[in-house]
């Protein structure tokens, strides 16, 4: 009923997708034909699971219901690693008495919360899927292709398009989904999300409920890192900056792309201090000129930027750096 999930996730165009879906053929892999998903996504008035840092739905798929949450974890540079707690359900309605006491912060009133709890936004999607054997792992893929929607779809409340690809570890090693999403890169059209579909909808949702708010500008990022800081700390720091002026620069920010500019000086100011240190990074180190230069283009647009091959190869190599130091 529980597990830990680590997962990656990568934003795909419309137009990328036959060409992925080629490559995931091509590997040793048992595939499930497309299946229509629905989700309900609930909270109280307070976001008091929010706060707790939880995400709780009911998942509908072929007359079948499952109750999930999601409970506090951490991300590493964009992989994804959440404790995850599943039991089936007779109906779509939620039941918090089924899931184990432990997860509940103390003194949690779950009838009271359960009272609460209303249904905040949904999802709708048909996901295609494919469990792949890659290296010492079995990495499940699957493509999701929907729409998420504010409050009750049938209401014509505001909506925002999912369509994505997803690597799950199953069993092995997360060296091996940061080794398939490079070999999936070797075109264009993939990015690195960090959002999950739950954070897409509270953002929908708040965007929604605050609309007459002006848009909050991305807060200035610091000219200097502190280099004396440990690569286990500077890494995620980076990374982190990077996905959030990326988030920025794609939602019509300009001060993004300049505090991107600023993220791959830190890149190549890394690289020369932690030179002798180094794995095998030629890679970053012929990448990072290319992408200066796109940024640095009077024209280049975050869309085809962001959407890059190299950013995302880039990204990966950054993202595996960190993983060797965290071992």
Known sequence: MSSVEIELKLSVQPDAIPAVRQQLFQFPHDYTSPQHLTNSYFETPDNQLRRWDMGLRIRGCNGHYEMTIKTAGKVMGGLHQRPEFNVPLPQPELDLTRFPNAIWPENTDLVQLQTQLTALFSTDFNREKWLITYGESEIEVVLDQGTIFSGNKKSGDQAAPICEFELELKQGNVADILSLANQLASQNGLRLANKSKAARGYALVYSVSHDALPKMALPKIPEELDWQ??????????????????????????????????????????????????????????????????????????ENVSYSSSWLQCKLALMQWLLVQSR
Request: no cysteine; proline share 7%.
């Open 229 to 302: 800081q440990p690569l286990s700390v500077l890494l995620p720091e980076i990374l982190a900056q990077w996905q959030e002026q990326e988030e920025g620069w794609l939602a019509g920010l300009p001060e993004g792309k300049t505090g991107l500019a600023q993220v791959f000086q830190w890149i190549i100011t890394l690289i020369e201090k932690q030179a002798e240190r180094l794995p095998v990074l030629d890679l970053l180190t012929d990448l990072l000129p290319e992408l200066k230069a796109a940024l640095s283009m009077s024209g280049s647009g975050a």
